[in-house]
Antibody
Framework: EVQLLESGGGLVQPGGSLRLSCVASGFTFANSGMTWFRQAPGKGPPEWVSSITDSGGVTYYADSIKGRFTISRDNFRNTLYLQVTGLRDEDTAVYYC?????????WGQGTLVTVSS | EIVMTQSPATLSVSPGESATLSCRASQSVRTKLAWYQQTPGQAPRLLIYSASTRATGVPGRFSGSGSGTDFTLTISSLQSEDFAVYYCQQYNNWPPLTFGGGTKVEIK
C-alpha cells in the first residue's frame, strides 16, 4: 500500500523557516518523481509548489515561491523535503506531498503551515 | 501559463442521477488532463488521467472525455460518497501545473 506521511508543519512568524518532510512507503521511491502542492484552508484548488525528478537532479518551482523554497530528496531514506524560508502570511496552507510529476496518483494527508505573528 | 476554467461552480444532483462536469483550457493540452476528487478534510484523489483513463480503484461510474481544450467528467448514478469537489488539472505545459477552480457536486 502506498503511503505518504508529511510532517514538519506548524505555527511560524513571518520571515521564519521550516523544513517539511514526507516519508514514502509502498513503492520504489527512487524511481518516482515527486511533487509538493499547497492548499489554503477552505479556499479553492491546490496550488502546485515544486517538483523533483526521481534522481533529484532536476527541480522545478512555482514563481510565487522561487528563491524561498527548496525541494530535495533522500532516496536512501525514502524521504522528500521542502525547506521553506522567508515565510509570508500568504504561505499559510496545508502542504501536500504527492507521487509523480504529472498526474499525481497518491497524495499524503498534508501538514499545516500557519504563518502569523 | 495555461488557465483552466471549470463549470458550473456548483452542481446540485439527486442521488442516483448523473452529473456532467466541464473543464476548458486556455490553450490545447492535448490529452494531458487529470481529474481529482476532494472531500472535506481529505487530500485530493486522482480519478482520471490522460483525459479518459481511470486511476487504480476508481469505480466505472466515473468517465472522462475530451482533448485539446474541452474536457468532461461524467459521473453516472451518483452515490453518497461522490458528493465532493472535483478539480481538473493540466500537465501538458508545465511548469506550472495548473488546476481549474473546481466544481462542487452537492445533494439536491
Amino acid at each position: 500500500e502506498v503511503q505518504l506521511l508529511e510532517s514538519g508543519g506548524g505555527l511560524v512568524q513571518p520571515g521564519g523557516s521550516l523544513r517539511l518532510s514526507c516519508v514514502a512507503s509502498g513503492f520504489t521511491f527512487a524511481n518516482s518523481g515527486m511533487t509538493w502542492f499547497r492548499q489554503a484552508p477552505g479556499k479553492g484548488p491546490p496550488e502546485w509548489v515544486s517538483s523533483i525528478t526521481d534522481s533529484g537532479g532536476v527541480t522545478y518551482y512555482a514563481d510565487s515561491i522561487k528563491g524561498r523554497f527548496t525541494i530535495s530528496r533522500d532516496n536512501f531514506r525514502n524521504t522528500l523535503y521542502l525547506q521553506v524560508t522567508g515565510l509570508r502570511d500568504e504561505d499559510t496552507a496545508v502542504y501536500y506531498c504527492a507521487k509523480g510529476r504529472w498526474a499525481q496518483d497518491y497524495w499524503g494527508q498534508g501538514t499545516l503551515v500557519t504563518v502569523s505573528s | 501559463e495555461i488557465v483552466m476554467t471549470q463549470s458550473p461552480a456548483t452542481l446540485s444532483v439527486s442521488p442516483g442521477e448523473s452529473a456532467t462536469l466541464s473543464c476548458r483550457a486556455s490553450q490545447s493540452v492535448r490529452t494531458k488532463l487529470a481529474w481529482y476528487q476532494q472531500t472535506p478534510g481529505q487530500a485530493p484523489r486522482l480519478l482520471i488521467y490522460s483525459a479518459s483513463t481511470r486511476a487504480t480503484g476508481v469505480p466505472g461510474r466515473f468517465s472522462g472525455s475530451g482533448s485539446g481544450t474541452d474536457f468532461t467528467l461524467t459521473i453516472s448514478s451518483l452515490q453518497s460518497e461522490d458528493f465532493a469537489v472535483y478539480y481538473c488539472q493540466q500537465y501538458n505545459n508545465w511548469p506550472p501545473l495548473t488546476f481549474g477552480g473546481g466544481t462542487k457536486v452537492e445533494i439536491k
